[in-house]
């Protein structure tokens, strides 16, 4: 998996339900203090059957964090169609300063 080497193990308190029935979900922090939860879409009605959800985080230190909007994405949780749009939002993400 790309950028296996920024995961953190942080879900062990995620209370949002993403890990019910063996969902993925993955939290990364890059060197540059941003970070991102990947999850895949639910399948229940409204989410799209693929895909995954990025949601852009700010580390204030290895095991803080807040959700944050920035200017370059339209909100604060980003859709990608697949892993693919998901790794290119990623970049995008570990490229910022």
Known sequence: MEYEEYVVDLNADCKCG???AGRFHKIFHFPNDWGASVVDNPKIAGY???GYRV??????????YRIVRDLMFENDEIECKDWATAV???TKIKNLK
Do not use: H, P, Q
């Open 55 to 64: 949601m852009i985080l700010r580390f204030s230190d290895a095991e803080n």
């Open 18 to 20: 993403c890990m019910d």
């Open 48 to 50: 799209s059957k693929e």
């Open 88 to 90: 290119k939002t990623l």
